[in-house]
């Protein structure tokens, strides 16, 4: 028993998505739990943006407000990821029709959608900076919302976003998953020194909650990959590609970083992405096949993730 604790406590990532994955399948089409499962699904996709509130608050009641302050590697990232994001643009107008360009729209919006807002849980555990990586997620949305109504119609000619809609869409995200926690811990921090303190001693806590909602999420992935409707070469791209933009990401990010003395914290930035928002992005406005790639995305991120606070726990440093 103490070994398959100890297992679960390394590799809590890995086994919150096993855990997600076996849930998909006991309550999938084909199981005689399927009637529970309408019943169960829906309710736990109901509790993603409560718990992301929740665990973020816990992460927020450790940052000092003075520490909130915009960094020039937030703003080089940005460019880079408007960058590979317009090449990607370029491209897809080259290949303007058939699986080429659905591949591509599937890493496009990898590189485009934002930065997850819960990234912040697991750059604290790599020994990252909590404050500076929610700037940047700050920063990272508002970009979001420029560029998208200006790629977005030259990757789909029937995508009709408008600045002010996108504006407000990532906004209105922004404001209710990101902000009301900040604010409302940062209050804490001020008026309720005792509550933020008890909170600060329970370190792990926000980790676990995110665990928690990372079941949830992987459950959701492998239903859209399963439901997929797309011939197995296209199928197996999509799958696949999205590893190989996953550690550029990361790669590019950690490098950036490097230069600024937050090679954790960019790292993190760049390479951890708000899927959920990636596949309704692409759902609404682009091919909704190419959903599947962000919805590997996020299993490849956290496998990132896992062997990173694998070596963090073994080395006390991150080896990549």
């Known amino acids: 028993m103490n070994k398959v604790l100890s297992f679960v406590k390394k590799w809590t990532l890995l086994c919150a ?37 929740a665990l973020l608050y816990v992460t927020f009641c450790k940052i000092d407000i003075s520490n909130l302050r915009p960094r ?3 703003f080089w990232l940005q460019f880079i990821r408007t960058s590979i994001s317009a090449f990607f643009v370029l491209l897809m107008m080259y290949f303007a029709e058939g699986d080429v360009k659905l591949v591509l729209e599937g890493c496009f919006i990898c590189f485009i959608c934002p930065t997850a807002a819960s990234a912040a849980v697991v750059t604290e555990k790599l020994g990252g900076s909590i404050a500076s990586l929610t700037v940047y997620t700050l920063i990272a949305n508002i ?29 209105r995200r922004v404001v209710t998953v990101l902000l009301l926690p900040l604010c409302l811990a940062l209050l804490t921090r001020r008026y309720l020194p005792k509550v933020a303190g008890a909170i600060k001693r329970r370190k792990n806590l926000a980790f676990y909650m995110w665990a928690f909602n990372l079941s949830i999420v992987t459950g959701m992935t492998v239903h859209n990959i399963v439901d997929a409707e797309v011939g197995g070469i296209t199928l197996s791209l999509l799958l696949i590609l999205p590893l190989f933009v996953c550690l550029v990401q990361f ?6 970083g490097g230069f600024f003395g937050d090679r954790v914290s960019a790292g993190q930035a760049l390479g951890q992405k708000n899927t959920i928002v990636g596949i309704w992005l692409t759902v609404t406005f682009l091919n909704p096949v190419a959903a599947v790639a962000p919805g590997a995305y996020v299993l490849w991120q956290n496998l990132v993730n896992s062997w990173q606070l694998w070596c963090k726990e073994k080395y006390g440093y991150l080896k990549w």
Request: proline fraction near 7%; charge should be negative.
């Open 17 to 53: 998505m096993l855990v997600g994955s076996v849930l998909y399948l006991l309550f999938s089409d084909v199981s005689l739990l399927q009637p529970m499962g309408d019943v169960i699904g829906p309710a736990l996709v109901e509790m993603v943006p409560y718990v992301i509130f």
């Open 72 to 74: 020039a590697w937030h």
């Open 143 to 171: 970009v979001t919302s420029i560029i998208i109504p200006l790629f977005f119609p030259m990757v789909e000619k029937s995508a009709d976003i408008t600045f002010l809609f996108a504006f407000g869409m990532i906004m």
């Open 251 to 256: 790669a590019i990010g950690k490098w950036v």
